[in-house]
């Protein structure tokens, strides 16, 4: 069973960066597609970028221009780099890992985001 572990989050200032990791350990192949997602108080879980094995990523509109996701299959490892954050990214980021037959979830890395 896939095992996702994220970290990076922390408390930043409105303008401000940062860079999350989400390390899978478990696996026997490359999974296809890593997502990031988030979730603040109140609100519905929002997927946020998604990134496939060979490097193609596409991002939230909300984001965009933002952020950027990316990943080191060598590494097994899947990255947010989140650039000009605004207080409205506060939120819970998790990372996934989903195919045909699973859909692993990490436990989450608290983001916020101050004014």
């Known amino acids: 069973q896939v095992q996702l572990v994220e970290s990076g989050g922390g408390l930043v200032q409105a303008g401000g960066s940062l860079s999350l990791s989400c390390a899978a350990s478990?696996?026997?192949?490359?999974?296809?597609?890593m997502n990031w997602y988030r979730q603040a108080p109140g609100k519905q879980r929002e997927l946020v970028g998604s990134i496939t094995s060979g490097g193609i990523a596409v991002h939230a509109d909300s984001v965009k221009g933002r952020f950027t996701i990316s990943r080191d299959n060598a590494k097994n490892t899947v990255y947010l780099q989140m650039n000009s954050l605004k207080p409205e990214d506060t939120a819970v980021y998790y990372c996934?890992?989903?195919?045909?037959?699973?859909?692993?979830w990490g436990q989450g890395t608290q983001v916020t985001v101050s004014s």
């Open positions: 478990g696996t026997i192949f490359i999974i296809n597609v």
């Open positions: 996934n890992a989903r195919g045909k037959n699973f859909d692993y």
